[in-house]
């Protein structure tokens, strides 16, 4: 049964799982959960007791496997809907004793062969039990380029397992590093198979708000909140901490299934202490309350109160091609023609004087008029201000030209504006202007060629007169994006890893803070002004991090449209939800606790294209991304 | 003139340049230095007084260039056969100073321009002047991306720039580090490009031979000897130390070119201090001795010296795909058969006594008799030791088995021999064999199955019989291999980095000694017997080393025949020039001093197959390379 109906939520993460022990009778054990309000089970596929090793020396014994009665105990639609299954988690590949080694590599192989027989969604994969895991990854791999299509869910504690020395099954190793780490090298080694992904282990305390943050960028499927977590409220009753219910609702954001797992901890009114999921063994009528219900009664009333999920929040994450999409996207945005309007105005007042208003006629010129939002927007600045307006409208592209003839007559603007249906790099204007205006801006700012269109343009525009936008800066950061980093990668070629996306940043983790990269300023009448730029950066990802994974870097921009007029989607000053542009990486960089990561990005002119070009030069050196501009470029 | 003739070389590192000053006659210094004996120069292509930015403050200046008079001056010929350009070596892309930038980078495009121009093969890059290059390699890799085929060579000092405070040129960055990580930062950000090569920069002192050693797996195409480098003999004539006497050897041998350089500094009889190179233009008689003849002669005395080259390093380094190549290698490998007669020898006389030898026949079996040689071996082994012996010569080729039959005919060995034309996997043997002869081995020992070969035949060995191979061990060390990676890597595919290849170790450098990686021993009659295996391997790279780049593991082997008698290609016990193994690295690792490499190797069986996966841990983590024999296996 789902957490709660949440208005727009058709993610996964509506679904609540229960981790339960190994039981003979799994039917019944099914269904004293789903009735207990539970969606699925995480369930151990073999007895624990199983080596195979052990068998071997009973040579006469039965060669049937101690799996959980046969297939058909359950339908296909209850196995593949309803059981995740959970591998033996006294596995441990990278264990010196071979005898162990070897009896691990054997359960692990046919344990997924068993649930990859049943149609299992997924397999729920123990942490490393050691400091490597090289030979575990190996043999994960191997299963990784087999033909299924089960999901592979690593448990990853969120905090170090020497924190938890409570918890018997981490085993003995005191060197223990953070758990990310170990995560890393098994997710390199598989080489980020789209098939593998991490189950968070959830405890008592949490890790630095920095340290949380990464796992946002990574494929985290499910998080297992065990009842230890959780603290007590005046009734008796479990409860979240703050910071434990903020971590919820951003695992709920992100589509990340909830599995609740561990004892009854909290002595709820004539009850004790008992076994939880299993409970159903102890002779109790199943339509007894489960007894892990009051956490489950706890999760779903977070996810209630949750608010609705904003209008574009609703869409799938959006990944395209740079030239596309982007053009339609900001034409619906209203903020942006509010902003040129506020723009426009100050404009206005400042080339007009009150006392001149009647007499002084300004000159604008709207360059890429388009469908005719600036030209709207340039004629209520003008009413809202009380000066006279006469507006060359220039737009080369002959469709857009016709809607925009019939918008003036329609409106009746007939008398001012004039529509100019040519390149605004032919054009020959009949007179100069005061104001230039032009949405030529891409997500990152000059990537639209707006530095080369504004020369060209500002050749009609008079010595003081004005250019909105007057300057613009794109900004950059580091970001962990397996996801993104995946769909560019199954590509398989070159071009797709030195492309520029327009994307929606969904599943991703900001590691270090915006920096700015390149800035230009219109109108620029210096003689040697150049288009080219390069910029060195060099990021601090904070050392609470710990080390992060960067898939490649996030764009955005600030425009200052007329003094303190500004329209941009850079994250510390913007309205949320924009869209911003993903530079990926060829082969993603792991930066270790407060080390630097250096960034270069060169813009590059050449006679019939602008491109940009990237490397990293710390903590590794990386290839030159998009070398003359051979994958990705605009062109003049 | 070529330095001498020495029987075998055909390679470039018979030919000697020298740097030159900038001249305004061209030809005039070319014959002044060719006459001289050198047999190319390298020579500036323009003023080192011109500056683009200097230029345009004088508009109204000619807008030709600076060049060397005109291309016309020297004949295509002798531009592209007698000059390397030398790119001025004031420039620098990555100075702070913006201006500079700019007239670096227009200078650099322009010289490599007017090099491509005249059809030039080489041109010499100055070493980067700070401790950042990405801009120069991004400049550099953008003309990497042309379709020119001209070299370019990036000049490397062999010792840290700070060492040399007397060398004004190498700038004024006192943190400057190994210049080999300048090096490999400006290598890698071009991606290891082919063009791309070194010309290291040689003085008078010279860095620890582990540290010299890195060279000779980097692509060094030339080396640049300062007469400053150069000692004085007791007859005042020019001479070499033996540290640098040694390195000029290894040059030689690595087909790399010596230009000399700098100022005649030893004062012969009769001569005092003098410009060197450019001394033609001192009104001196162009018949007179070349001011650095004397370092000539005395590198051309050294080349000399040298020993004609062996038989098997006449022929390019050779790499092809395992399966090919190396059984008809091994064939011709005498010293092998030789090794193999000791061993049967011994294992003759320990089977059967002295007092018993008319009495007693040893049965032995070839498994894999191939075209007779083991036969052969055999043979001579019961002559030499006085046995009776009864050989089966098992051979599944049925072309081998024609030859083996007529060898047997032409010998007169048809009493002794029988030959069995059958899969010895297959064969119904008539009776039990006292010694197990085969010769199975590839060059990683176990990579041609001769573990399952020997396993499946080993039914038909008594059981105390003896198996010649007894046992053997594969080797494996990190290498820099700059033109085998390249070699791989210009397949552009996946499948190219997945194999591993039999090859010539010439041009690479060893960086770690080697250490086992899989033992089998034959024969093996324990019950529970795998042929998987799993190693993990740390390697250290010497401190003294410096960093160095990994592309991938150089794989050997060794195998006792019998008792004491060995046979294999492990370089600290084996006979040098024999092939190896090579297994590549998908991306090369950097490895800092005195950090390790962790190596993770398995041999895997599958129902129709064996193959090997590899991966490395640290200091980062690799993908698993061939997961599941994907792209390079050998079929059961």
Redesign the interface.
């Known amino acids: 049964m789902p957490l709660g109906e949440r208005s727009g939520d058709k993610s996964d993460s509506r679904y609540c799982g229960v981790e339960t022990e190994f039981n003979d009778d799994v039917p019944r054990l099914l269904n004293f959960n789903l009735s207990g309000g539970f969606d699925f089970l995480v369930y151990p596929l073999m007895n624990p007791a199983y080596r195979p090793s052990l068998l071997?020396d009973h040579g006469g014994m039965s060669s049937a496997l101690p799996f959980a009665g046969s297939d058909l105990v359950l339908s296909p639609s209850q196995w593949s809907g309803h059981v995740v299954g959970k591998i033996s988690s006294w596995i441990d590949l990278d264990s010196e004793d071979e005898i162990l080694?070897m009896d691990s590599e054997i359960t692990l192989k046919q344990e997924i062969s068993w649930a990859s027989h049943l149609s299992l969604q997924a397999c729920l994969l123990p942490f490393p039990r050691g400091t490597?895991c090289?030979?575990y990854?190996?043999c994960v791999?191997?299963i990784l380029?087999?033909s299924s299509n089960m999901q592979l869910w690593l448990r990853v504690p969120l905090e170090k397992p020497d924190d938890d020395a409570t918890d018997g099954k981490l085993g003995n190793s005191t060197e223990r590093t953070d758990s990310w780490e170990l995560w890393?090298?098994f997710r390199?080694?598989?080489?980020h198979h789209s098939q593998l992904s991490i189950a968070l282990d959830v405890k008592s305390s949490l890790p630095s708000a920095n340290s949380l943050g990464r796992w946002f960028g990574e494929p985290v499927r499910a998080a297992i909140i065990h009842t230890n977590a959780f603290l007590t409220n005046a009734r008796g009753y479990p409860c979240l901490s703050k910071r434990h219910q903020k971590l919820m609702t951003a695992l709920f954001n992100h589509s990340i299934q909830i599995v609740i797992s561990g004892q009854l901890l909290h002595t709820l009114p004539s009850r004790s202490l008992e076994p939880a999921a299993n409970h159903c063994d102890n002779h109790i009528d199943s339509t007894e309350k489960h007894p892990l219900r009051s956490y489950l009664d706890y999760v779903a009333y977070l996810y209630q109160r949750m608010d609705p999920l904003p209008e574009q929040e609703r869409f799938e994450p959006l990944m395209d091609n740079l030239e596309a999409q982007t053009y339609e996207t900001f034409e619906k945005d209203t903020m942006k023609y509010i902003q040129y309007q506020r723009a426009i105005s100050k404009a206005l007042v400042d080339r007009v004087p009150n006392e001149n208003v009647e007499t002084i006629m300004t000159v604008l010129m709207v360059v890429g008029a388009g469908r005719g939002p600036l030209v709207r927007a340039s004629l209520q600045a003008a009413e809202e201000t009380g000066r006279k307006l006469k507006i060359y409208a220039v737009e080369k592209n002959p469709n857009a030209v016709v809607t925009l003839h019939s918008l003036v007559k329609l409106e009746g603007w007939e008398t001012l504006v004039t529509i100019v249906s040519s390149d605004m790099r032919c054009w020959d204007a009949p007179e100069k202007a005061d104001i230039l205006v032009s949405e030529l801006l891409g997500s990152f700012g000059d990537n639209e060629l707006s530095p080369e269109c504004l020369d060209g343009a500002q050749r009609f525009l008079k010595e003081d007169g004005i250019s909105i936008p007057s300057s613009y800066t794109s900004f950059i950061q580091p970001i962990t994006a397996s996801k993104l980093y995946n769909d560019v990668k199954s590509h398989r070629d070159l071009i797709h890893f030195e492309t520029a996306y327009v994307v929606k940043l969904h599943s991703v983790a900001r590691l270090a803070p915006t920096q700015p990269v390149f800035t230009f300023e219109h109108p620029n009448f210096s003689a040697?002004k150049s288009n080219e730029r390069?910029k060195?950066l060099v990021f601090h990802v904070p050392d609470d991090t710990g080390s992060a994974i960067v898939h490649g870097f996030a764009g955005y921009f600030d425009a200052t449209l007329y003094k303190d007029v500004h329209l941009g989607i850079e994250p510390s000053t913007a309205t949320p939800n924009m869209f911003a542009i993903f530079f990926p990486l060829r082969?993603p960089i792991?930066v270790q606790p407060g080390s630097s990561l250096e960034l270069?990005f060169?813009r590059c002119c050449g006679p019939t294209k602008v491109w940009y070009?990237w490397?990293v030069?710390s903590p590794?050196?990386?290839?030159?991304h998009n070398?003359?501009g051979?994958s990705y470029w605009v062109g003049l």
Do not use: D
């Open positions: 071997k080694r490597s090289a030979n990854a190996r791999n191997q380029q087999g890393n090298c390199l080694l598989c080489e040697s390069y060195k082969t792991c270069h060169w070009e490397s030069t590794i050196t990386s290839p030159i070398s003359k051979r």
